[in-house]
Structure formats: structure tokens, C-alpha cells
């Protein structure tokens, strides 16, 4: 059995037990305030079994529901909501529509047993919202609350009874302020349920914590679209994607380990849906490391003082921009070749040229798993290698270049 079924049992024993106590209270003191908590009480025994039901049939699967049964859950908190005012009710009708009565007797013993009532409730009201919050139970968090407002319910009546015992009537204005705690509750509850079976966003912090882990995947250019809903306790992804990959096979392997990446990152995440488009680009950006001169092609990756970006059009191989920018990893101490190797896909690099061979290096593996390609050359002048790249374009950087690991070519 798993916590939210075993919390839901507790729930239900727990609501006996106050029935049981309040029982004793009315015997021994005739009160018509505790008699009304008492068949409220009552009813809640019916409202935990009705969530344990909830919680039992929301985990069941169904060729008819393929997204599960997940929303019976929200289902059960909004009927909830609605017995958690029926409370505010009953506590109004107990002290303002109610007859006169005489004064309740017993009322120290009384006391005791209200007092009891309202340790209970609190302590259970706690646990319960604590177990709700760790199994994203949405029907368990709304019996929590519900419970908790049995608490200011008996508080109500003690202050009846204090009032009673001391010649003061109290009760009136405690219920006017206890009912406006309910009535927010029960509000509370009620909207977070139509929103979930309305299938409103995730919250604004998950969604940005999903866009993180996505674009942390160097294979990633782009987030177009973005999805996330709850439904029960389980969350819903869906992602449109433009990924720096040419094969179909990478795009589907990328999106599997996304897909994966999610789940773990995120809580209680049932399914991840992506849809993927290769990048289809008029603009390919080159980049070279420079050495000093800015000329020279450097004999260093992560130790080369410059880096030229230059973005050219792929048909016509011509430079619509072109930059030459200092490495912000020059004076690091370590792993400076795959920080400026994150860098240079962060600027959106596609082909780096270099005269050196980068494979089995860190560099390598992370311009390679970005999708950027590696062509090599044997000239040591920055300009005439890109003269000779743009000269011949089209033959150099054909649409099926592998993106896995790294794809390097000569350019001379």
C-alpha cells in the first residue's frame, strides 16, 4: 500500500475517532454546538473514504483514458472544497440559526474533550498536509485542510463553552472570523482543482526549471514552444524543439536523453513529449582561433588570445558579419578548452576551423555533441582558410554532415 492510500486509512480513523469523542461530549453535556460537530465529523468519515477511492481509482489504467485517471484526484478535492464550506454552514447554523438552548452542563469535562479534539485535528492536519506535499496528492492536501478547519470548528465551540462557564457569549464573533478562514480554504482548493481539470500551466518556477534543463543540452538551439499541465499529482511536458542536429536518429537519441533528464530533475513528471526539427539555417557562423596578430591561425584551442566569428551565407559563401573577440577563458586554470568550446556554441558556432586535430579531447566531444563541425586546414592564415571554405561551400558542408561526435574535414 502506498503513502497516499495509508494517509488516506489514517484520515478515515482519525475522523472516527473525533465522532467517537464528540459523542461522549454531547452525552455528558447536552450541547447542540458540539451535537452539529458531531454529525460534521460524521460526514468527514465519508469525505476521506470518498478521497481513498479517489486516491485507488486515479492510479488504475484504462484503454479508454490513455493520460490515466490522474484528475479523478482534483475531482475528489473540489467536491471537498464543497463539504469544507457545508462546514462554515454547519458552524453558522450552530451558533446563529439554532434555537436557544439552556446551558450545556459538564462543561470543565467538556472542555477536556473539545480540547482533545482540537490536539487531534492540528496534529493530524499537519502530518497529512506534510504527506499530501511529498506525494503531490492533490486530494489529500485539500483533507488536510479540511480537517484543519475541524480544528477552528472545536475551537469555536470551546470558546462557546468558556463563554457559557464565565457568563460571556463569545461564540458569535469567534464563528464570523473562523467561517472567513473556511470560506478561503474551501476557495483555495476549489480553484486549484478547476485549473488542473482545465489544463492550466504548470507554475511559473517549474516551467522555468524545465527550460533550464532543456537548453543545458548543447544539442538544443532553440525552445519554441512549451507545454507543462498537471493532472492529479503528475505532471505533463510537452516540447517543440529545434535541435543543432542532420540525422534523424541523433534527433530522436537527443530527445530520449531529454526526455530522461526531466523526469529526474522534476518531480512526479508521468510523460515527456517532444517534437524536434532540425536547425535549417541560411547562416552558417565559422569560427577560428587567432593568435596574437590576429591573423595567424592559432596552434592552441583553449590558449588562443582571439577567436574570429564570422557568419556567411551558405548559398552565395559570403561574410554578412564578421567579429574578432578576446577568449574570456584565457587565464583560467582549468578545463579552459571546453569552457571556450561552451562559449563558442553559446555564440552559435557551426564549423570551427582549426589546424589541429581536436578528437578524443574534451573540446572535441563538446563541440561534437553541440552539433558543431570541425574542418581542418593547413593553411596558418586565419583569411586564406576562409577563402577557401567560402570558394568551395556548398561541397564542404553538405545538409547530411554527422553531427555525432565530430565530423572533421580537410579544407585544403
Not at 467538556?110 to 503531490?136: C, H, N, Q
Not at 577568449?327 to 571556450?340: F, R
Request: aromatic share 6%; net charge negative.
Amino acid at each position: 500500500m502506498e503513502s497516499s492510500e495509508k494517509t488516506a486509512w489514517l484520515s478515515i480513523l482519525t475522523n472516527l475517532l473525533l465522532v467517537g469523542i464528540k459523542t461522549g461530549v454531547v452525552v455528558i453535556s447536552g450541547s447542540l454546538a458540539v451535537t452539529a460537530d458531531a454529525i460534521h465529523s460524521l460526514s468527514d468519515v465519508i469525505s476521506s473514504a470518498i478521497i481513498l477511492i479517489g486516491i485507488k481509482i486515479s492510479g488504475r489504467s484504462s484503454l479508454d483514458f490513455p493520460y490515466g485517471l490522474y484528475k479523478v484526484e482534483n475531482m475528489v478535492a473540489m467536491v471537498t472544497s464543497v463539504l469544507i464550506l457545508f462546514a462554515g454552514y454547519e458552524i453558522i447554523k450552530a451558533v446563529f440559526i439554532a434555537p436557544s438552548q439552556t446551558l450545556p452542563t459538564q462543561i470543565p469535562l467538556s472542555i477536556v474533550g473539545i480540547g482533545a479534539t482540537i490536539l487531534i485535528t492540528w496534529l493530524f492536519s499537519r502530518y497529512e498536509l506534510k504527506k499530501g506535499r511529498e506525494t503531490g496528492s492533490p486530494s489529500l492536501i485539500a483533507d488536510a485542510r479540511h480537517i484543519w478547519t475541524d480544528m477552528l470548528s472545536s475551537m469555536v465551540i470551546m470558546m462557546a463553552l468558556l463563554g457559557s462557564a464565565i457568563g460571556f457569549s463569545l461564540d458569535k464573533y469567534a464563528a464570523i472570523i473562523v467561517v472567513l478562514f473556511i470560506a478561503r480554504s474551501a476557495l483555495t482548493i476549489f480553484l486549484d482543482s478547476v485549473r488542473v481539470l482545465l489544463d492550466a500551466s504548470l507554475d511559473h518556477n517549474s516551467l522555468t526549471r524545465i527550460r533550464e534543463i532543456v537548453l543545458a543540452d548543447l544539442r538544443v538551439a532553440e525552445i519554441n514552444s512549451i507545454w507543462a499541465r498537471n493532472a492529479g499529482r503528475y505532471k505533463f511536458v510537452e516540447l517543440d524543439l529545434t535541435l543543432r542536429v542532420r540525422e534523424l536518429e541523433e534527433g530522436h537519441r537527443a530527445s530520449e536523453e531529454i526526455e530522461n533528464r526531466v523526469k529526474m530533475e522534476i518531480a512526479k513528471v508521468d510523460r515527456v513529449l517532444i517534437h524536434f526539427q532540425s536547425r535549417q539555417q541560411e547562416l552558417l557562423t565559422f569560427g577560428i582561433p587567432l593568435a596574437e596578430d590576429r591573423l595567424t591561425i592559432s596552434e592552441h584551442f583553449g590558449e588562443a588570445p582571439f577567436f574570429r566569428l564570422s557568419r556567411i551565407q551558405r548559398a552565395e559563401g559570403e561574410i554578412v558579419e564578421d567579429n574578432v573577440l578576446n577568449n574570456p577563458y584565457l587565464h583560467e586554470e582549468k578545463a579552459k578548452g571546453i569552457k571556450v568550446a561552451k562559449w563558442l556554441l553559446e555564440h552559435g558556432l557551426d564549423v570551427l576551423i582549426s589546424n589541429h586535430d581536436h578528437s578524443g579531447k574534451g573540446p572535441g566531444f563538446v563541440l561534437g555533441n553541440g552539433g558543431a563541425e570541425i574542418l581542418l586546414t593547413k593553411e596558418s592564415n586565419a583569411e586564406k582558410a576562409l577563402t577557401i571554405v567560402r570558394s568551395d561551400l556548398g561541397q564542404q558542408i553538405p545538409d547530411d554532415i554527422d553531427s555525432v561526435g565530430i565530423n572533421q574535414k580537410n579544407a585544403v
